[in-house]
């Protein structure tokens, strides 16, 4: 039998900027991410085997994650979304997932795009966050 889990109610949250009240953001459709990965450096010396070139790990990156929403201008955390893209700030995510595991992480925002269609479709906007440091899983 599968332990699959569906996708539906994952909540995304931001803190405030004490870092310590989480506040769901609204409307949230589909997230990508974080896209967690770690450079390659080459590490080939005149000693490597067979003329192979080698390599290592390097740092870690948490990359970034992405998500969309139903935007509604006068809605609180869209409000505050856009002012923490504005100011440049870095906030404490967490991205509950059904089953009630999280990852946590610090990130910015260095993408918020707003999108209007003229063919009747929903006012979205587009959040890119840019996780900075570590991502804690539990």
Do not use: C, Y
């Not at 856009?82 to 595991?101: E, K, M």
């Not at 269609?117 to 899983?137: C, F, H, M, Q, Y």
């Amino acid at each position: 039998m599968t332990a699959a889990i569906i996708a539906q109610n994952t909540l995304l949250k931001m803190a405030d900027s004490g870092g310590s009240v989480f506040t769901t953001v609204a409307e949230v459709d589909d997230i990508n991410g974080p896209t967690d990965t770690f450079d390659i450096i080459e590490a080939t010396s005149h000693d490597s085997p067979n003329s192979r070139k080698e390599f290592i790990a390097g740092l870690l990156d948490g990359g970034e994650l992405s998500f969309d929403i139903h935007f509604v201008p006068t809605n609180q955390t869209h409000i505050d979304l856009q002012s923490v893209h504005d100011n440049r700030q870095t906030r404490n995510w967490q991205l509950i997932f059904p089953d009630s595991s999280t990852f946590a992480f610090a990130g910015l925002i260095p993408g918020f795009e707003v999108q209007a269609p003229a063919d009747g479709e929903l006012l979205t906007a587009s959040v890119t966050i840019k996780v900075t440091g570590n991502i804690t899983r539990t």
